[in-house]
Antibody, heavy 116, light 112 residues
């Protein structure tokens, strides 16, 4: 059974940076696209970004393009979301997930709070 | 962008009775490959979303057979054939055909 374990998150001031990480186990990481979603209270999750198996295919939501960077380290079964120039509206619980088109496995979530 | 709508937005069900949730998309969800990337998730309070159904009607491993998905094109349905207490939570449909991928607003299910 696949498992995704997240780390990172926390409180940051507007304009600051944070890095989220996600480590996979229980499935063949290198066979899968991986993705990030976020969710604010009372709303459905919002797609943020995905990355292909080799890292050659990357997509970002318009809301984070130019500020967030997704990357992966296949040797460590992990992938990351570098978040720069954070805004108050980026405050959310962030989830990593496998297979962005179907959302097979999800991490436990990381709370990111952007506030002064 | 594809807009997903769900109805009803809340549902109160008697234990053992059936429940049905409708999901509609603003664009056809048939991908160029012929696959239809319409998925259903359950999110319990304080937990991550858990996928129940993928590509319209495929039940995930460990998901009870009282859950079933159907539909095509732009209209989809999740049915719970006999609601149990553990089924409470918020159900989301999600489309993975057109980027950016998107979720519906959710249907909150509780026990009457």
């Amino acid at each position: 059974q696949g498992l995704l374990m997240q780390s990172g998150g926390g409180l940051v001031e507007p304009g600051g940076s944070l890095r989220l990480s996600c480590t996979a186990s229980g499935f063949t990481f290198t066979d899968h696209y991986m993705s990030w979603f976020r969710q604010t209270p009372g709303k459905g999750p919002e797609f943020i970004s995905y990355i292909s198996q080799s890292g050659s295919d990357i997509l970002y939501a318009d809301s984070v393009t130019g500020r967030f960077t997704i990357s992966r380290d296949n040797a460590k079964n992990s992938f990351h979301l570098q978040m720069n120039t954070l805004k108050i509206e980026d405050t959310a619980v962030y989830y990593c997930a496998s297979e962005p088109r179907t959302g097979g496995h999800w991490g436990q979530g990381s709370l990111v709070t952007v506030s002064s | 962008d594809v807009v997903m709508t769900q109805s009803p937005l809340s549902l109160s069900v008697t234990l053992g009775q059936p429940a049905s949730i409708s999901c509609r998309s603003s664009h056809s969800l048939v991908y160029v490959t012929g696959h239809t990337y319409l998925n259903w998730f359950l999110q319990r309070p304080g937990q991550s979303p858990r996928r129940l159904i993928y590509q319209v009607s495929n039940r995930d491993s460990g998901v009870p057979d009282r859950f079933s998905g159907s539909g095509s094109g732009t209209d989809f349905t999740l049915q719970i054939h006999r609601v149990e207490a553990e089924d409470v939570g918020t159900y989301y449909c999600m489309q993975g055909t057109h980027s950016p991928f998107s979720f519906g607003p959710g249907t909150k299910v509780d026990i009457k």
